[in-house]
Protein backbone atom coordinates (compact mmCIF):
# COMPACT_ATOMS: atom_id res chain seq x y z
CA UNK A 1 0.00 0.00 0.00
CA UNK A 2 0.87 3.65 0.11
CA UNK A 3 1.42 3.99 3.82
CA UNK A 4 1.82 2.19 7.21
CA UNK A 5 -1.78 0.23 7.80
CA UNK A 6 -2.72 -0.19 10.51
CA UNK A 7 -6.00 -2.40 12.15
CA UNK A 8 -8.32 -2.66 13.62
CA UNK A 9 -8.50 1.24 13.84
CA UNK A 10 -10.44 0.81 17.37
CA UNK A 11 -10.48 -1.89 19.90
CA UNK A 12 -12.53 -2.41 23.07
CA UNK A 13 -12.25 -5.17 24.97
CA UNK A 14 -12.18 -6.44 28.47
CA UNK A 15 -10.12 -6.12 31.34
CA UNK A 16 -7.65 -9.71 31.24
CA UNK A 17 -8.29 -10.60 27.62
CA UNK A 18 -5.30 -10.71 25.32
CA UNK A 19 -5.27 -8.55 22.09
CA UNK A 20 -3.18 -8.70 19.11
CA UNK A 21 -2.50 -4.88 16.61
CA UNK A 22 -1.22 -5.35 13.48
CA UNK A 23 1.28 -3.40 11.52
CA UNK A 24 1.38 -3.10 7.81
CA UNK A 25 4.99 -1.28 6.59
CA UNK A 26 5.44 0.33 3.62
CA UNK A 27 7.01 -2.06 1.30
CA UNK A 28 10.83 -2.26 1.58
CA UNK A 29 11.05 -0.27 4.60
CA UNK A 30 13.59 -2.39 7.31
CA UNK A 31 13.24 -0.50 10.01
CA UNK A 32 9.63 -0.65 11.75
CA UNK A 33 8.80 0.87 15.67
CA UNK A 34 5.92 0.45 17.95
CA UNK A 35 4.68 3.73 19.82
CA UNK A 36 2.09 4.03 22.54
CA UNK A 37 0.38 7.28 23.45
CA UNK A 38 -1.74 7.51 26.27
CA UNK A 39 -4.37 10.23 26.94
CA UNK A 40 -2.25 13.51 27.91
CA UNK A 41 0.96 11.92 27.10
CA UNK A 42 3.67 11.69 24.68
CA UNK A 43 4.57 9.25 22.54
CA UNK A 44 6.40 6.38 24.44
CA UNK A 45 8.61 4.31 22.43
CA UNK A 46 7.90 0.23 23.28
CA UNK A 47 9.70 -1.77 20.62
CA UNK A 48 11.87 -1.49 17.71
CA UNK A 49 12.74 -3.71 14.44
CA UNK A 50 15.43 -3.41 12.00
CA UNK A 51 15.84 -5.79 9.52
CA UNK A 52 16.97 -9.56 10.69
CA UNK A 53 18.56 -7.96 14.06
CA UNK A 54 17.56 -8.71 16.92
CA UNK A 55 14.51 -6.34 18.09
CA UNK A 56 14.58 -3.17 20.84
CA UNK A 57 12.79 -4.26 23.07
CA UNK A 58 13.94 -1.39 25.66
CA UNK A 59 10.75 0.02 26.12
CA UNK A 60 7.59 -2.60 26.62
CA UNK A 61 6.15 -1.57 29.85
CA UNK A 62 6.22 -5.18 31.03
CA UNK A 63 6.24 -8.98 29.99
CA UNK A 64 2.55 -8.75 29.38
CA UNK A 65 3.75 -7.25 26.22
CA UNK A 66 5.18 -8.97 23.13
CA UNK A 67 5.75 -8.10 19.84
CA UNK A 68 6.63 -10.07 15.87
CA UNK A 69 7.82 -9.05 12.57
CA UNK A 70 7.55 -12.23 10.38
CA UNK A 71 9.13 -12.62 7.27
CA UNK A 72 10.59 -8.80 7.71
CA UNK A 73 7.19 -7.04 6.80
CA UNK A 74 3.81 -7.65 9.11
CA UNK A 75 4.25 -7.05 12.59
CA UNK A 76 1.84 -8.06 15.64
CA UNK A 77 2.01 -6.08 19.11
CA UNK A 78 0.26 -8.39 21.50
CA UNK A 79 -0.94 -7.29 24.58
CA UNK A 80 -1.58 -10.24 27.37
CA UNK A 81 -4.07 -10.07 29.81
CA UNK A 82 -5.11 -6.42 29.48
CA UNK A 83 -5.49 -3.82 32.19
CA UNK A 84 -7.48 -0.59 31.95
CA UNK A 85 -4.06 1.04 32.56
CA UNK A 86 -3.08 -0.51 28.90
CA UNK A 87 -5.94 2.09 27.05
CA UNK A 88 -4.06 3.84 24.39
CA UNK A 89 -3.45 4.99 20.93
CA UNK A 90 -0.53 1.88 19.41
CA UNK A 91 1.04 4.03 17.04
CA UNK A 92 3.57 2.08 14.31
CA UNK A 93 6.21 3.85 11.45
CA UNK A 94 8.22 2.51 9.08
CA UNK A 95 11.16 3.72 7.88
CA UNK A 96 14.40 2.63 5.80
CA UNK A 97 18.04 1.43 7.24
CA UNK A 98 19.54 4.85 7.19
CA UNK A 99 19.98 7.19 9.97
CA UNK A 100 18.41 9.96 8.27
CA UNK A 101 15.32 8.23 6.77
CA UNK A 102 12.02 9.48 7.19
CA UNK A 103 9.69 7.98 9.39
CA UNK A 104 5.94 7.37 8.38
CA UNK A 105 2.92 6.41 11.01
CA UNK A 106 -0.21 4.88 10.95
CA UNK A 107 -3.16 6.19 12.13
CA UNK A 108 -2.85 4.41 15.13
CA UNK A 109 -5.37 1.65 16.86
CA UNK A 110 -7.15 3.28 19.87
CA UNK A 111 -7.01 0.31 22.44
CA UNK A 112 -9.97 1.20 25.47
CA UNK A 113 -10.08 -1.62 27.81
CA UNK A 114 -13.38 -1.55 30.13
CA UNK B 1 19.62 10.40 30.46
CA UNK B 2 18.77 11.73 26.89
CA UNK B 3 15.34 13.57 26.81
CA UNK B 4 12.96 16.04 25.29
CA UNK B 5 11.02 18.37 26.80
CA UNK B 6 8.34 20.53 25.47
CA UNK B 7 7.21 23.28 28.37
CA UNK B 8 3.57 23.88 27.04
CA UNK B 9 1.10 21.49 27.30
CA UNK B 10 -1.79 23.70 25.48
CA UNK B 11 -1.33 26.68 23.91
CA UNK B 12 -4.28 29.22 22.22
CA UNK B 13 -3.43 32.15 19.50
CA UNK B 14 -5.59 33.48 17.39
CA UNK B 15 -5.62 32.85 14.13
CA UNK B 16 -2.72 35.16 12.08
CA UNK B 17 -0.98 35.67 15.03
CA UNK B 18 2.73 34.28 15.11
CA UNK B 19 3.21 31.32 16.76
CA UNK B 20 6.28 29.57 18.92
CA UNK B 21 6.62 26.16 20.09
CA UNK B 22 9.17 25.21 22.63
CA UNK B 23 11.13 22.00 22.63
CA UNK B 24 14.15 21.78 24.57
CA UNK B 25 16.38 18.48 24.68
CA UNK B 26 19.22 17.04 26.74
CA UNK B 27 21.71 14.89 24.68
CA UNK B 28 25.03 14.51 24.74
CA UNK B 29 26.06 14.81 21.62
CA UNK B 30 25.02 16.61 18.30
CA UNK B 31 20.87 15.80 18.13
CA UNK B 32 18.63 14.77 15.46
CA UNK B 33 15.81 16.71 15.87
CA UNK B 34 12.51 16.74 14.08
CA UNK B 35 8.67 18.27 14.87
CA UNK B 36 5.52 16.50 14.02
CA UNK B 37 2.36 17.40 14.06
CA UNK B 38 -0.56 15.24 14.85
CA UNK B 39 -3.99 16.40 13.58
CA UNK B 40 -7.39 15.07 15.01
CA UNK B 41 -7.90 11.89 13.64
CA UNK B 42 -4.77 11.76 11.78
CA UNK B 43 -1.27 9.89 11.95
CA UNK B 44 1.88 11.79 12.72
CA UNK B 45 3.34 13.82 9.89
CA UNK B 46 6.99 14.83 9.90
CA UNK B 47 6.64 18.87 9.73
CA UNK B 48 11.00 19.45 9.38
CA UNK B 49 13.74 17.90 10.86
CA UNK B 50 17.41 19.18 11.73
CA UNK B 51 20.61 16.78 11.32
CA UNK B 52 23.27 19.61 10.67
CA UNK B 53 24.17 22.69 8.47
CA UNK B 54 22.06 25.86 8.52
CA UNK B 55 20.49 26.09 12.16
CA UNK B 56 17.45 27.50 10.47
CA UNK B 57 15.34 24.50 8.79
CA UNK B 58 12.11 25.23 6.69
CA UNK B 59 9.18 22.69 6.78
CA UNK B 60 5.94 22.13 5.15
CA UNK B 61 2.80 24.08 5.50
CA UNK B 62 4.56 27.29 6.02
CA UNK B 63 6.73 25.88 9.37
CA UNK B 64 10.30 26.59 10.51
CA UNK B 65 12.67 25.73 13.26
CA UNK B 66 15.87 27.19 14.94
CA UNK B 67 18.26 24.89 16.56
CA UNK B 68 20.18 26.72 19.14
CA UNK B 69 22.90 24.85 20.49
CA UNK B 70 23.91 26.96 23.05
CA UNK B 71 20.22 26.92 24.40
CA UNK B 72 19.68 22.93 23.95
CA UNK B 73 16.53 24.19 22.07
CA UNK B 74 14.95 23.27 18.70
CA UNK B 75 11.76 25.55 18.79
CA UNK B 76 8.87 25.70 15.92
CA UNK B 77 8.02 28.73 14.43
CA UNK B 78 4.76 30.10 12.00
CA UNK B 79 4.65 33.82 10.97
CA UNK B 80 1.12 33.44 10.80
CA UNK B 81 -0.84 30.88 11.81
CA UNK B 82 -4.33 29.71 10.13
CA UNK B 83 -7.38 27.71 11.68
CA UNK B 84 -6.33 24.35 10.47
CA UNK B 85 -3.33 24.53 12.36
CA UNK B 86 -4.92 23.37 15.22
CA UNK B 87 -3.52 20.18 16.29
CA UNK B 88 -0.65 18.21 19.00
CA UNK B 89 2.73 18.88 17.89
CA UNK B 90 5.70 16.39 19.13
CA UNK B 91 9.44 17.52 19.07
CA UNK B 92 11.24 14.56 18.89
CA UNK B 93 15.14 13.97 18.81
CA UNK B 94 17.03 10.57 17.68
CA UNK B 95 18.77 8.79 19.52
CA UNK B 96 21.45 6.34 18.86
CA UNK B 97 21.72 2.54 20.52
CA UNK B 98 23.14 -0.38 18.78
CA UNK B 99 23.78 1.38 15.01
CA UNK B 100 20.43 2.71 14.38
CA UNK B 101 17.78 5.55 15.23
CA UNK B 102 15.45 5.51 18.21
CA UNK B 103 13.05 8.45 18.29
CA UNK B 104 12.48 9.59 21.43
CA UNK B 105 9.21 12.40 21.48
CA UNK B 106 8.31 15.12 23.94
CA UNK B 107 5.34 15.54 25.69
CA UNK B 108 3.46 17.14 23.35
CA UNK B 109 2.14 20.97 22.62
CA UNK B 110 -1.73 21.31 21.94
CA UNK B 111 -2.11 24.07 19.90
CA UNK B 112 -6.23 25.52 19.60
CA UNK B 113 -6.38 28.42 16.93
CA UNK B 114 -9.50 31.11 17.68
CA UNK B 115 -11.12 32.69 14.64
Known amino acids: GAGVSQSPSNKVTEKGKDVELRCDPISGHTALYWYRQSLGQGLEFLIYFQGNSAPDKSGLPSDRFSAERTGGSVSTLTIQRTQQEDSAVYLCASSGRGTDEKLFFGSGTQLSVL | AQSVTQPDIHITVSEGASLELRCNYS??????LFWYVQSPGQGLQLLLKYFSGDTLVQGIKGFEAEFKRSQSSFNLRKPSVHWSDAAEYFC?????????????FGAGTRLAVHP
Open chain 2, 92 to 104: AVVLFSGGYNKLI
Open chain 2, 27 to 32: YGATPY
